[in-house]
């Protein structure tokens, strides 16, 4: 599947290269390639574009190619994070990016060493080329994946909403030309029988009218079948009877608490069960327009205590047995969202390596309430119950479809399930037989444990060696620090 999940932006920036006259390689890394076989020799600059789970494949990759010669630039999530880490791994490190951005870097193409140049629009694109432009690297994708194949494809960035832990929390709501996404879709007609379209858009639907106008335009009805994430909020009974019209198969709504967020699911001030049975609702009906749903939560947010929130969690497991629920351990990523600053000077960020700050290897926020034994004791307990055989054979019977069906089994089944409760058990033996990965949890030493130097190790494989020693290592305070520095530079301008 991971072909299936390549990010767009790098194919806009393989667009904008080409368009400003330069030959371009373009290679997305599915985790499966040997990526120094794969990679093309003789470049002058490379743009690597990377989630923070894959910032040390990045940093090993850009002193590869520096010490053949070649300039490096990172964007995507990991330099919006963390961008203070990443200048000293690249020449240039981008945050919001625009073509502009990109023409100033092709034009300077210098080396930057040993601090790299930090670049950033003041806002996100207007615009960016649609699925016909980018075809030709969107094909390259998809060849690498066998059976499923996901066209990406976005219609708006940022947000309304305001959850406090998301990247997308701060970035104003736009939308992109819907003119470009029409003709996209009936592009799209022309390649497959029936495409499958995954929108990246952080929450699709929010002005649902307009897109579903644009969809009704430009193909006929259910000819596309289309996966979005998007709140329940948006998921009226109306609109998922639109969304069903149109095709839409697969929806990823946010519950994320039961004590928190209920703008976003639309449940108001309800809290605790009561929250749990209005959501279930919900879910359920859902289920009847759209054959496949995924519920996403976060463990471990400051709202919740007790054994409590995950008891609840374990009755909307009952409730809904056909939805498929995603778990996520609270995960602070450097700069993305101002509450990071709350943790940072609550002493609270842990310094996993990047590579482990994925969701589910590493919690890297200190829980408020909760001591480290008692939390992954309910998150083991959740994941039991959630991935225990009655609950894959709930789910099984509850979809009524056969992909979704097979696809909940062997989600459970596999690393996403069995093997995350399996990985957590063994993180709780640590915590109570091993001194030191208990002082690690607790912040009482940096020194990282041997079980997570291991791993870093054999999940780079070759690409160790480039690995710079110290690139195991940040400091999970920058961005605090970096606001001193700009009052510190205010003060001095005063
Ligand atoms: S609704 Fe989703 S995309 Fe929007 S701020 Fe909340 S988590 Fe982020």
Known sequence: MNANFAAIMPQVLAVWCEEEGHEVSYVCYTGFENLVNELPQNVDIVFIGAFTEAAQTAYALSNLFQSKGAVTVLGGPHARCYPQDAQKYFDY???????????????????????????????????????????????????????????????????????????????????????VMKDDLSFLLTKFKRPMVGWHDPNFGVKFDDYMDAI????????????????????????????????????????????????????????????????????????????????????????????????????????????????????????????????????????????????????????????????YDNVIDLGKYTFSWKAIFNRLRANKTMIPKWMNVVRAISAEGFGRVKYNIEVRRLLSTDKQFRDYFEGETTELPQFYKDQIKKNLGTLWNWLPKEAIDHDPNAYLKSTFEVNEERAIAV
């Open 93 to 179: 490190v981008v945050g919001f990016t625009n073509k502009s951005i990109i023409k100033e870097i092709l034009q300077d193409c210098s080396s930057q060493k040993p601090i790299g140049l930090y670049l950033s629009a003041n806002k996100q694109p207007e615009s960016l080329p649609g699925i016909r432009e980018r075809w030709k690297f969107i094909d390259k994708t998809l060849r690498k994946a066998p059976i499923i194949k996901m066209v990406p494809m976005i219609g708006s960035l940022g947000c309304p909403y305001t959850c406090s832990f998301c990247i997308d929390s701060v970035i104003p709501y736009q939308t992109l030309d819907f003119q």
């Open 216 to 375: 009704e335009d430009a193909v006929p009805p259910n000819s596309i079948d289309f996966i979005a994430e998007s709140s329940l909020s948006l998921l009226s009974e109306k609109h998922l009877q639109r969304l069903k019209r149109n095709g839409f198969g697969a929806l990823l709504p946010g519950i994320e608490s039961w004590y928190d967020l209920g703008n976003k699911s639309k449940t108001g001030q309800k809290q605790g069960m009561d929250k749990v049975k209005e959501v279930s609702e919900h879910v359920n009906m859902i289920l009847r327009y759209t054959p496949y749903i995924q519920t996403n939560f976060v463990l471990g947010l400051d709202s919740d205590e007790g054994s409590e929130p995950f008891e609840l969690t374990k009755r909307f497991v009952d409730l809904s047995p056909g939805a498929f629920p995603g778990y996520s351990l609270l995960t602070s990523f450097g700069q993305a969202a101002p509450l990071n600053l709350e943790y940072q000077r609550a002493n609270r960020v842990l310094p996993f390596p990047f590579q482990f700050l994925n969701n589910n290897h590493a919690m890297n926020v200190k829980p408020m309430n909760y001591s480290w034994i008692e939390f």
